[in-house]
């Protein structure tokens, strides 16, 4: 839960200083704008036009280069004409969006949540769609076929043989209690500007994805993350890491 702080924490200070916004005018806007904050998360139930433009301000906010798909996807969803963000709206509101995630931490958890299962969700029907994805252009494909044992004994062990690209090299880490626990770790080769990299792969034919976290020189998934995923047959098709650049927009 600490390390979610701390991720919480990195990535708002790093959105104030994106977009210019000192904690001095956040606590101005907090003063007089409360109650407005306290029900930030009566924008997801669109019921005014207004609500739909805060959701596509919200992801161009949180979600840089992926705020397009993401924006188009859910309008598509909620039957919304216009996926293109107002530059305008996007500046004038762009202060409440980030004191609302500073004060409300129910509205800043779920807008993240929000962004993450819609970018989930492309990236799955993207894995449908194609059986091999080409590699971006002067890039290799990440994408390697891994079966490996599972750990034997209690407590997260290491099983398998380390993955290796040239970003850096992935561990697989795995754990039985009352049900499997799955957890990754990626050890950059340089400095990643990143707060988080996501992870992705399948198991027994079935697409999961883990969010690993920034911590010291390493990423690290949650132990609950990985909760339920049964790898003791291997896990594959592995894609990692997909870099999320959060020092877009």
């Known amino acids: 839960m600490e390390k979610e702080i701390n991720a919480q924490d990195e990535f708002i200070d790093q959105l104030l200083l994106n977009n210019n916004i000192s904690l001095r005018a956040i606590y101005k806007y907090?003063?007089?704008h409360m109650k407005e904050l306290e029900q930030a998360e009566n924008i997801f139930d669109l019921k005014e036009e207004k609500d739909e433009k805060f959701c596509l301000a919200l992801f161009r906010l949180m979600a840089g280069k992926y705020a397009a798909d993401i924006s188009k996807s859910f309008c598509e969803r909620y039957n919304i004409t216009d996926s293109s963000v107002d530059d305008i709206f996007f500046e004038k509101n762009k202060l409440f969006l980030i004191a609302a995630f500073i004060y409300n931490p129910s509205f800043f958890a779920m807008s993240w949540n929000l962004c993450g299962i819609i970018r989930s969700q492309l990236a799955y029907q993207a894995e449908m769609q194609e059986d091999v994805r080409?590699?971006?252009t002067g890039e290799s494909s990440?994408?390697?076929e891994y079966i490996a044992a599972s750990p034997e004994g209690p407590g997260f062990k290491e099983f398998g043989t380390p993955?290796?690209?040239?970003k850096g090299v992935l561990v697989s880490r795995g754990a039985q209690f009352d049900v499997s626990y799955?957890?990754?770790i990626f050890r950059p080769k340089a400095e990643l500007p990143d707060i988080f990299i996501d992870v992705r792969f399948t198991v027994?034919?079935?697409y999961h994805t883990l969010r690993l976290y920034k911590e010291d020189e390493i990423f690290i998934s949650n132990p609950e993350e990985g909760k339920g995923i049964d790898y003791k047959n291997g896990i594959e098709n592995i894609d990692?890491?997909?870099e999320t650049d959060n020092n877009d927009e």
């Open 142 to 144: 990440d994408r390697i």
């Open 163 to 166: 993955l290796e690209n040239k």
């Open 204 to 206: 027994k034919g079935k």
């Open 240 to 242: 990692f890491p997909e």
């Open 30 to 32: 907090a003063d007089e």
């Open 182 to 184: 799955l957890q990754l």
């Open 134 to 136: 080409e590699p971006e």
